[in-house]
């Protein structure tokens, strides 16, 4: 993975507002694959005081984002279809895990997996991105090319 690209990608997930606000932290990149976590904090809680499908389709969605980009070319999400499969504790840390299982010169497909702990199921997905071809417009250039 070239070490722009995954040094631009921990700084620019680490000042995401969005998985601040989460408490989301990238933990490993390389390429067509990503690790994040969170803790499934109480303010995260539906009406039945369990973590929101909302907070674990996001924590998905962060893992996502960053292996779809992580071959340093920007990509968006066209689909993703998720299934849960068990509710975590609420306190717990999460981990969702994205790895690539597909790549063409337009599209991607990822499989993504949430656990609590290193072996609790919480949720799967399966996710198609569109690959635009751009550059990541925050990957710094080498001096000299424009």
Known sequence: MDKKVKEALFNRTSAEPFAQKMGMELIDVSEGYAKV??????????I???????AIFSLMDEAFEVASN????????????????????????LTAEAREINLTRKTANYEIKVFEGKNKLIAFSNALVYRKGDPLPFVEKPLGVD
């Open 37 to 46: 976590e969170m803790e499934a904090d109480p303010s995260m809680s539906n």
């Open 70 to 93: 992580s071959h340093g070319s920007t990509s968006f999400a066209l689909n993703m279809s998720v299934t849960y499969v068990a509710p975590p504790s609420v306190g717990a840390k």
């Open 48 to 54: 039945f005081d369990m973590i929101h499908g909302g």
